[in-house]
């Protein structure tokens, strides 16, 4: 079985699974079971300001999108940062780290956005022996109407500053975690970059509100007849996810910068995919929330037989893997011709790819005598629907044409890799050859 034994920014872990922030990392009894079920490391609940302890809504927290078979895909909450007081948080910190010395121990921290209570927080955690801090720049909600949390992640001036408050009175490795709610990713990266973080963690939660109740006309979850908007992960989450983590790791002014990958995260498969775009580990909250701890041992096996299989000695061979194959758009081979081809023994003539693409695509499905559906390649433009819309695995699958082949909806031969910007049909490239 292959080595997860994981380096992050200095600190190690046994696996590249760590638990996010959030009520799975809430307590001692919570981490200490947590590590007896296999997890390399934990970001502890996030911590506040010594004070009044923080007070949640206690109606319902959470909201929940489901699959048909009602598996949860997206999870929603309102909930806050811990409502424990902070020296209770501390003195268990200091005793889960002091008996799993191997496991990575990371304290999440938000407080407001000044330079002396940030001094102040960093100088109530430096003995406890924990490994590093988060800094929490996502919180979309309640927090961020505190001007914390997400209100500082959107600024990018905010992030830089309060990283180099934290750089200069702490001489933890510091990651900040970045909020999905902004328009590009790059920027709050750039800034964390600037300020001095070791490291970059994404995404928080998502704005949103996830239903509403057509009885009673609130959003939910609801509060005594009233919705606020929540923040939004777990597997929906994701594809937005990778998308962020992507985009970092091949900015040139982020690059070789450490990513801890974060959102959606339920399989071994999940997390070998962040890992391939540049994500040095992962963290996890909702797989734990829905099926318990012990699915990392899922993951553990899971991804040692991968790595196995690909002839890869551990998790820092897979590591950004994948970031060289993601380009822009303007940069993809337009000569790459495929049709879709429907593997009759397979098929079970249900008719989706047919009503598919005779309504929304492109009308290159026959359906013959006994419902048998046929490709039409003259007509097939490749789009992908009828796969992505088809019950059965591999039934339909997509065949490259060959160099020199002609496509039949053309009657263009296949010819060398050609893309966007030196197209005919496309302005600026006429502009640039002229
Ligand atoms: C109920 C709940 C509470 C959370 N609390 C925090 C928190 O206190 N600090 C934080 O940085 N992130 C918090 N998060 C966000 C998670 O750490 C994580 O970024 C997000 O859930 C995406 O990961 P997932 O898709 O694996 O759940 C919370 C998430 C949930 C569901
Ligand atoms: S790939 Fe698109 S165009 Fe081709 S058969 Fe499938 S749905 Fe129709
Ligand atoms: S969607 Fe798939 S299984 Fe259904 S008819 Fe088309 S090819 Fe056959």
Not at 200 to 229: C, M, Q, R, W, Y
Not at 244 to 253: F, K, Q, Y
Request: hydrophobic share 35%; with cysteine; aromatic share 6%.
């Amino acid at each position: 079985m292959a080595n997860l034994t994981t380096t992050f920014i200095g600190i190690t872990s046994p696996n590249p699974f760590w638990l996010a922030s959030a009520p799975p990392t809430d307590k001692e009894y919570n981490v200490r079971r947590a590590f007896e079920a296999g997890w390399g490391g934990v970001v502890w609940k996030t911590l506040g300001s010594e004070g009044p302890p923080i007070v949640n809504v206690n109606g319902p927290r959470y909201g929940a999108i489901w699959g048909a078979d009602r598996r949860l895909l997206g999870l929603n909450n309102i909930e806050l940062i811990t409502d424990r007081p902070l020296q209770t948080n501390l003195d268990e910190i200091r005793r889960v780290k002091r008996d799993w010395p191997d496991r990575a121990l990371v304290i999440s921290l938000m407080v407001p956005c000044d330079e002396e209570s940030w001094k102040d927080i960093l100088m109530r955690i430096e003995d406890t022996g924990a490994d590093g801090v988060e800094l929490n720049f996502g919180c979309p909600h309640g927090m961020s109407e505190r001007g914390m949390g997400s209100a500082v992640g959107q600024v990018p001036e905010y992030i830089e500053m309060v990283t180099r408050w934290v750089k200069q009175y702490s001489r933890m490795p510091c990651i900040v975690k970045l909020t999905p709610n902004i328009s590009d990713i790059r920027r709050p990266a750039e800034a964390a970059r600037r300020g001095g973080a070791d490291a970059v963690s994404l995404i928080n939660t998502i704005n949103s509100i996830t239903s509403v109740n057509l009885d009673s006309f609130a959003p939910e979850p609801t509060i005594d007849g009233k919705g606020a908007h929540g923040g939004y992960c777990g597997p929906a989450v994701k594809p937005i996810a990778l998308s962020m983590v992507s985009e970092i790791a091949r900015n040139p002014e982020t690059r070789g910068l450490p990513i801890s990958g974060i959102g959606g995260v339920t399989t071994w498969r999940d997390a070998a995919e962040f890992l391939a775009l540049g994500a040095g580990n992962v963290q996890v909250c909702t797989a734990a929330m829905t099926y318990g701890f012990k699915i990392v041992q899922e993951m553990i096996s899971g991804l040692s037989q991968y790595l196995d299989e690909k002839g890869l000695g551990g998790t820092a061979d897979l590591v950004g893997r994948a970031v060289p194959n993601v380009t822009d758009w303007n940069q993809l081979n337009l000569n790459y011709v495929t049709k879709a081809e429907i593997d009759q023994d397979l098929c079970i003539k249900c008719g989706r790819c047919f009503a598919a693409c005779e309504d929304t695509s492109h009308q290159a499905i026959w359906m013959k005598e006994g419902r048998t559906f046929e490709v039409n390649d003259a007509e097939c433009v490749a789009c992908n629907l009828c796969i992505d819309v088809c019950p059965v695995d591999n039934c339909i699958t997509m065949r490259p044409l060959k160099k020199g082949e002609t496509d039949p909806r053309t009657g263009r031969k296949v010819g060398d890799y050609a893309n966007w910007t030196t197209h005919p049909n496309n302005p600026m490239a006429v502009k640039a050859a002229e």
